[in-house]
């Protein structure tokens, strides 16, 4: 009896372990689809249906998807260099040379890796500019604002820690520099006469470098960092934040929408039907609801059903900027310079385009423009969402008109204010060139990064007054940290030459 | 039972059920939390690579005065002036590049920082001057420069 039973399992073996697999029918009706969205754990970060206003191409632009399809790229390129990557002061270099001209495809996988960092870097930007001038993070998202910073400084280490691992000139002296902003609290503690008994910057330093000097060791935690601390850490709080983006019920909508704002997005007629058509059912609260009211008796949300408008949207995305990576990687070289030599520094030693505004303020200052500037503007970007909780419409670019004159105005202040501040310091120089012998403190407190500080603060002050409003403060705060961060790394990019001396073109460098 | 007696707070029974829970719970968090501290301590180095702190530069007589010589390896310049040799450090004490030795001038390529010739910040983000080392004489008459013993600006070695 078992045994017809037995040869009987084993014809119906496909079918079964078909069924075993996926447990619900062929998306074929609106039922079924709902079923693989929420019982499939890659699909179920989305709801079944979303808002119509979600798909906006002029709201989100796409942007954190772009953002995530981009890691995604890095992570399957990345895992692929890592085949022929070695960690080791001797080999590093020659490694990255034969991906580059000996393995094939090597030149376009890390060609890939390069790009799909700048593109990450990039979109992870302009979504949080996204998210800060539709006023997403407000009402139940301030945490997930937090989040997303934790995101950013993440992406930034990812792309910091990958750029020593060539092990080239660029790489070494970047790491140089860098290793030795973070020991550059010993400016302070010299200052102090405690350096002796309590070096905090000495003791940062060694232990991201592993040892005293830049070698082995520094190459071994860059590589951990960069392979295995980071992508976890990124891959785990980047789920958390996008989770979160799902329970707070989608993307930040507006609480009114009008019909036009919805002009060419797909409707869904049966949404209609989906709560008049059971008169006879009470409804009641069977569990906790968010949001002020249930849906009982309202008009039905505006909503259309994910799979497969969303999928077919978020796919699109991730093949347009498949597209730029394999384009750019395609035409243009990720660099490499000759081996690292500890004896002779680049010149100009410039880091990573993204990271050129801060040598800009570093310039100025080790202490303020290394940890100082960059601490005071990320605590200050994380703090937005608990210093400005106004109740406000969410979901609208700058909110309303007064927005736009608000964010117009910090646009034209910031960039008067950065590159007059540029200009001033390129032609008249600083404090220490007017008074050689002036301390050090003095110049840590006053120098061109912490003006412009100052004058933007002050900025954000005038318009809370003015305005009474705390978003307007932030909108104008932001605006010129934004803008005078887009200007200095353009300055730093274009106009800055060997011995960080000014140069109105990089033709006038001169020649070595 | 009096007005007063009733306002009084009773302590809280605990039943040993409760407080054999409680400590239970909290033995395994601060063991918990105490294991994640000392892992924390793990990567901070022990041991140092033992990098010489010394190189030799050879004799008094090979540095005639108004000779320099830089020894790239060590980013290191020796100069004998007519008061004696100095070795002063081309680490520049911002963060860290080589700085060029030229005539009369030390000039940094990272940031910009300018320094006289003898060391001295003129222009730029550095804090410090350069750091001026310690020559001493070994009993064989060589000279030997001690890069981790800084002494104060200007001063120079006199060797016969
Ligand atoms: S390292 Fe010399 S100026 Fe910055």
Known sequence: MSLTEFFKNILRLPKTLKESIIRHGKPTSDRTKSEVVMSNIFLHIHSTRIQRYTLKKTFTMGLGVMAAASFFILIVTGILLMIYYKPSVDLAYDSIKDIQFIVPGGRFVRNMHRWATNVMIVTVFLHMARVFYTAAYKRTRSFNWLIGMALFCITLALSFTGYLLPWDQLAYWAVTICANIAGSARELTDLLGITRYFDVGGLIKTIILGSEEIGQDALIRFYWLHCAVLPLLMIVILSVHVWRVRKDGGLARPDEIKPEELAGIEVDEKAEEVFNNAPQKTYGLMCLVKGKTPLVNKGPEDTIPSWPILFIAEFSIFMFILAICCVLAYFIDAPLRELANAAVPENPAKAPWYFLGLQELVSYSALMGGVGIPTIALLGLALIPYLDREEQSVGRWFDNPTGIKVTINSVLYSSIVTIGVLAFTVKFGWLRNWFPDISQLAIILINPGTVLVAFFVLWSMICMVKYDSTRLSAIALFTCFLISFAILTYFATYHRGPNWDFFWLKSQWPIH | ?160
Not at chain 2, 22 to 37: I, K
Request: proline share 8%; aromatic share 8%; net charge positive.
């Open chain 2, 1 to 160: 039972m009096s007005e007063e007696e009733h306002c009084k707070i009773k302590p809280e029974e605990v039943t040993r059920r409760d407080f054999l829970k409680t400590a239970t719970m909290w033995t395994a968090a601060s063991s918990l939390g105490l294991a994640l501290l000392g892992s924390l301590k793990f990567p901070k180095p022990a041991l140092f690579p033992d990098i010489p702190k010394t190189f030799k530069i050879g004799k008094a007589s090979d540095f005639p005065v108004g000779t320099e010589k830089v020894f790239k390896e060590k980013s290191v310049v020796v100069q004998s002036h007519r008061d004696g040799l100095c070795a002063i450090s081309l680490i520049c004490t911002h963060l860290g590049c080589i700085v060029k030795a030229e005539r009369k001038k030390f000039d940094c390529p990272c940031h910009g920082t300018k320094f006289d010739d003898e060391g001295r910040v003129v222009y730029g983000p550095a804090p410090k001057p350069l750091e001026w080392l310690k020559i001493s004489q070994l009993p064989d008459g060589k000279l030997e420069v001690n890069i981790a013993k800084s002494v104060p600006l200007g001063t120079k070695f006199l060797f016969s």
